[in-house]
């Protein structure tokens, strides 16, 4: 699976914003596809994540009634919607796909294809 995200920006804190991911390849079967973030100076941490076929979600904490994924099978694309955003949300956000068991679909390395990163920042 290929993936371009895009919708990155600045937008002060309390704002919204919208990610997009375009995936071309293979998208069907028992593929996941999700959100991760790196912070500066930080590892690559899990955002959120949906089941392709089922649409089930699962979403970190830190974001849980804050930030909404979803995918558009017909457009094979992914969105997360960022609401309420706050200054530790800053950072490159990064779709991801892969094949994994849903017990690790938090963890980065079960993911083999990585979108080239788009950066958000939250100022105060």
């Known amino acids: 699976v290929q993936l371009q995200a895009s919708g990155g920006g600045l937008v002060q804190a309390g704002g919204s914003l919208r990610l997009s991911c375009a995936a071309s390849g293979r998208t069907s079967g028992t593929l996941r596809m999700g959100w991760f973030r790196q912070a500066p100076g930080k590892e690559r941490e899990f955002v959120a994540a949906v089941t392709w076929n089922g649409g089930f979600t699962y979403y970190a904490d830190s974001v849980k009634d804050r930030f909404t994924i979803s995918r558009d099978k017909a457009k094979n694309a992914l969105y997360l919607q960022m609401n309420s955003l706050k200054p530790e949300d800053t950072a490159v956000y990064y779709c991801?796909?892969?094949?994994?068991?849903?017990?690790?679909?938090?963890?980065?390395?079960?993911?083999?294809?990585w979108g080239q990163g788009t950066l958000v920042t939250v100022s105060s």
């Open positions: 991801a796909a892969g094949f994994s068991a849903l017990s690790a679909i938090r963890d980065p390395s079960s993911f083999r294809s």
